[in-house]
């Protein structure tokens, strides 16, 4: 009767396990648990004994057991399959790892990677646990060196702004122009507080194959002129000076730019052919105050911004954590898991690294739980519940048998 009870807590215990599996088939992250049972101490009834050759054979130990009992829960670890969201901060693990989850002094480790930032910043779980990382510095570095850390972006992260160094030029002056005739064109120069100030530059034809390049600041005063020379036979560019000029802004400080008219011989070279006059400055390299819009994270965990300036910076760097033995980790809920001694020491490191997995952005990790396996095993567990209960059943009118030799 008692193997029987045993037995019945037994495939008790497999329901309860098989039904967290199904209740949590949908849930991010979650890793489905399978039973394992064992048979109990035996009750040694008559022990072993050797044979003395041909006068007597050896006997075998007689034992009955006593039950069954569960001898260990152990989690699943096989990637779960994917859900593709959209969201930005939405990050699945493509591998073997586990996310950081920062409570205060302690530490989680997870494979939800369902995130957001809060109001300060902090990228955080939806409960709260902030995500760890490493942060970039002041240069835009990220030392993953040091020791992993909040993972924090500002909401007014700005990028500072750089003056304009260079001018890009292309396209044709028309070499059928008079001497004296003059082709303009405008564009839009950095100084070092962002600040933009239209500057024109006038090329003037000073002799056959021979121009000045000259810039002219937004109060009309020339900031100089360069002379620049064109092969007569092929129209191509043969200066070897690059233009430079000095602005001083109003209340600024003064910066340098150069004319960028490129190799001669190249196709984006300024040129002089006869045809339209089509040459135009295309591009400066200067840049004015950047205003984070933006920020995508990248396969190799590295979440980078987009400023409102069009150039894209490093903010963070998301950890990955790894484990000698992951079915070592205790359960903490909300699909989140405690460092144990039997799982080793967590490793942190980066995502495709030392055998971590991968990052992909806009998804989602799901369950691991195979509903198929799950309603064979609850099948099992049934017939094995069904099947104890009868050796109850069984012992019961074995039991009443016995008391009625009495009567």
Do not use: C
Not at 63 to 83: C, E, P, R
Request: cysteine-free.
């Amino acid at each position: 009767m008692f193997a029987g009870v045993s037995g019945l807590r037994a495939h008790q215990t497999m329901t309860d396990v098989v039904a967290n599996n199904i209740a949590n088939v949908n849930t991010v992250g979650f890793k489905a648990s399978r039973v394992q049972f064992a048979d109990t101490l035996s009750q040694l009834v008559r022990g072993a004994s050797g044979g003395t050759g041909e006068a007597t054979a050896g006997i075998n130990p007689q034992q009955v057991g006593l039950g069954v009992k569960v001898a260990s829960t152990n989690k699943s670890f096989t990637q779960g399959g994917s859900q593709l969201t959209g969201r930005a901060t939405d990050v699945a693990i493509t591998g073997d790892g586990f996310f950081g989850v920062g409570f205060g002094s302690e530490t989680l480790y997870t494979r939800a990677g369902s995130f957001s930032f809060d109001d300060a910043g902090f990228l955080s779980d939806p409960t709260g646990g902030v995500v760890v990382g490493w942060n970039a510095g002041p240069d835009g570095t990220i030392n993953i060196n040091e020791p992993a850390g909040a993972i924090q972006v500002p909401v007014n992260a700005t990028i500072p702004p750089s003056a304009t160094t260079e001018i890009m030029m292309s396209g044709n002056l028309d070499a059928s122009t008079a001497i004296g005739g003059v082709q303009r064109t405008a564009i839009d120069v950095i100084d070092g507080l962002g600040a933009a100030h239209r500057m024109t530059l006038e090329f003037e034809k000073v002799a056959a194959n021979q121009w000045t390049a000259s810039a002219v600041d937004p109060a009309g005063n020339v900031l100089g002129s360069n002379t620049i020379d064109f092969d007569p036979a092929t129209g191509v560019l043969v200066t070897s000076t690059t233009p430079s000029y000095t602005f001083t802004p109003v209340g600024g400080t003064a910066f340098t730019f150069s004319l960028d008219l490129g190799q001669p011989g190249d196709v984006d070279a300024l040129t002089q052919f006869a045809g339209a006059a089509d040459a135009q400055a295309v591009d400066q390299n200067g840049l004015g105050i950047g205003n984070l819009r933006s920020f995508a994270i990248a396969d190799d965990g590295t979440l980078s911004g987009v400023f409102s300036n069009g150039e894209t910076a490093t903010l963070a760097q998301l950890s990955i954590f790894a484990f000698s033995n992951p079915a070592g980790l205790l359960g903490a809920g909300e699909s989140r898991f405690r460092a144990t001694n039997a799982s080793g020491q967590a490793l942190v490191g980066v995502p495709n690294s030392s055998g971590r997995g991968g990052i992909s952005a806009g998804t989602l990790e799901m369950s691991n739980v195979d509903l198929s396996e799950e309603f064979t095993n609850l099948i099992i567990a049934q017939r094995g519940f069904q099947a104890n209960s009868r050796i109850i059943t069984v012992s019961d009118e074995m039991i009443t048998e016995l008391v009625n030799l009495k009567r």
